[in-house]
């Protein structure tokens, strides 16, 4: 006697059908929420385009739709039925934070006679600084990307507020990727982050290198045209010299 055989597990569909009626039965109210927040920005920046108040208080009320966003979307996470439109609303406020720094430079500092290096320093560290603890805080992992895009918008930045000749940003840069092929194996981040570090490091020293050289042979051949342009007139001027009467 042997025991009968169990039953064969059902094979899989070879493909899902998405039923988007049903879907969007059971999320009508997500929908209208999202779609919602996506107005209220859009409304924010219309608003604060055309209203007629002057710049400093345009920007004013730019910042505090901007902190309306984010205090949103940081409390609707505590409410389990509108729990996912909170990665919508602080996203949306995470978008308008370096653009609240544009606004302020448009419409007073730019006036004030204020570099505008000073500024993009001050909204890159900024951002970055807003953009780290989201990511860190589990608000959503690919907060890391434009955090790095902020972080290497401020060592520009730096950069350019120390002046530096367009031909020496590549050793900035070849600084900066030295640096994070130093650091990644001791940031304190999961593997594969730390092998995202450490490829965009070489991938940066190898880019700012080829600038530099690029700017090397720039330089060059400028001061080569110079050289061949200021030969013939010396030449000239020694030879008017020698034929003037003593």
Same mark, same amino acid.
């Given at each position: 006697f042997r025991p009968p055989r169990p039953a064969a597990p059902p094979k899989p569909p070879g493909h899902v059908r998405l039923d988007?009626? /049903?879907?969007?039965?059971?999320?009508?109210? !997500?929908?209208?929420l999202y779609l919602g927040a996506f107005l209220l920005s859009i409304s924010a920046l219309i608003?604060?385009?055309y209203t007629g108040s002057g710049g400093g208080a345009k920007s004013a009320l730019f910042g505090l739709y901007t902190l309306l966003f984010l205090v949103l979307g940081i409390q609707l996470r505590k409410w389990e039925r509108v729990q996912e439109a909170g990665p919508v609303f602080l996203g949306l406020g995470a978008v308008l @934070?370096?653009? /609240? *720094?544009?606004?302020?430079?448009? /419409? @007073?500092?730019?006036?004030? !006679?204020? &570099? %505008?290096?000073?500024?993009? +320093?001050?909204? &890159?560290?900024?951002?970055?600084? +807003?953009? &780290?603890? #989201?990511?860190?805080?589990d608000f959503g992992?690919?907060?890391? +990307?434009?955090?790095? $895009?902020?972080?290497?918008?401020?060592?520009? &930045?730096l950069g350019a507020c120390l002046h530096f000749a367009s031909e020496w940003y590549g050793p900035w840069f070849v600084a900066l990727g030295a640096a994070g092929v130093a650091a990644a194996p001791r940031l304190p981040v999961p593997p594969r982050a730390r092998g *995202? @570090?450490? $490829? $965009?490091?070489?991938?940066?020293?190898?880019?700012? #290198?080829?600038?530099? !050289?690029?700017?090397? !042979?720039? @330089?060059?051949? %400028?001061r080569r045209h110079r050289h061949a342009h200021l030969a013939p007139q010396a030449f000239r001027q020694s030879v008017a010299g020698e034929a003037a009467p003593g």
């Open positions: 988007l009626r /049903n879907w969007a039965a059971r999320r009508q109210a !997500d929908l209208v608003f604060v385009s @934070v370096p653009l /609240n *720094f544009v606004a302020i430079y448009t /419409n @007073v500092l730019r006036h004030e !006679d204020v &570099s %505008r290096e000073y500024v993009w +320093l001050a909204g &890159s560290l900024s951002t970055a600084g +807003l953009y &780290s603890p #989201l990511a860190w805080r992992k690919f907060y890391w +990307l434009p955090a790095a $895009g902020a972080y290497l918008a401020a060592y520009a &930045s *995202f @570090v450490e $490829g $965009g490091s070489y991938a940066l020293v190898s880019a700012a #290198l080829l600038r530099f !050289d690029e700017r090397v !042979d720039a @330089v060059a051949v %400028r």
